[in-house]
């Protein structure tokens, strides 16, 4: 079974301020896709990344990076210099490469952020 | 614009009753799903489509029913053998099953008189 926890159920920061979140995911898959998805107040998730477990390499998109540790099953994502526009509830998620359809996606239970002025 | 449109955006059931929600999409996309978001949880799903004129169920379909009669349309039933039916229902779809990217509507919040 799969399994993803985000265990910040709610986090406050002020504009301009460093943030991560953090999701740790059990799998018993050796290969498998993690993502980080945005729910803005408006309701629709917004997909920001997806990463491959065979390629631990970090990656940067703008004020945006992501920290992949397969060695502590960790996938935890980074804002930094935070905006008021950042706030939203970031969900992560991990499928099974194998899964032939998004059937096989797990949610975490998403960590709210708001970024205060 | 492409998108997913959900409708409505907020509804009431009374008991005892069914109610359908909308979900439209112009993207052309083959796959179609349904999830429910509940208060603190992440999102469950009831059902998908992978192609038209068939569909599967997800982990907690008792008491929802679908229909894809149209590539476009993938509208979900809440019955009222759902108990607990109070929750925000995401509609997503996908080009194909086996693409990982999901669109998703702005959803629907689904409230019990």
């Known amino acids: 079974a799969q399994k993803v926890t985000q265990a910040q159920t709610e986090i406050s920061v002020v504009e301009k301020e460093d943030v991560t979140l953090d999701c740790v995911y059990e799998?018993?898959?050796?290969?498998?896709?993690l993502f980080w998805y945005k729910q803005p107040p408006s309701g629709e998730l917004v997909f920001l990344i997806r990463?491959?477990?065979?390629?631990?390499q970090n990656e940067i998109s703008g004020r945006y990076s992501w920290n992949f540790q397969k060695s502590t099953s960790s996938f935890n994502f980074t804002i930094t210099a935070s905006q008021v526009v950042d706030s939203a509830v970031y969900f992560c998620?991990?499928?099974?490469?194998?899964?032939?359809?998004?059937?096989?996606?797990?949610f975490g239970s998403g960590t709210q952020l708001t970024v205060l002025p | 614009d492409g998108g997913i449109t959900q409708s409505p955006k907020y509804l009431f059931r009374k008991e005892g009753q069914n109610v359908t929600l909308s979900c439209e999409q112009n993207?052309?996309?083959?796959?179609m799903y349904w999830y429910r978001q509940d208060p603190g949880q992440g999102l469950r799903l009831i059902y998908y489509s992978q192609i038209v004129n068939d569909f599967q169920k997800g982990d907690i379909a008792e008491g929802y029913s679908v229909s894809r009669e149209k590539k476009e349309s993938f509208p979900l039933t809440v019955t009222s053998a759902q108990k607990n039916p109070t929750a925000f229902y995401l509609c997503?779809?996908?080009?194909?099953?086996?693409?990982?990217?999901?669109?998703f509507g702005s959803g629907t919040q689904l409230s019990v008189l």
């Open positions: 998620a991990l499928r099974r490469i194998s899964s032939g359809s998004a059937r096989q996606l797990t």
């Open positions: 990463r491959n477990s065979f390629d631990e």
């Open positions: 799998t018993r898959d050796t290969t498998y896709y």
């Open positions: 997503a779809s996908s080009r194909a099953a086996t693409n990982e990217k999901l669109f």
């Open positions: 993207l052309n996309h083959d796959a």
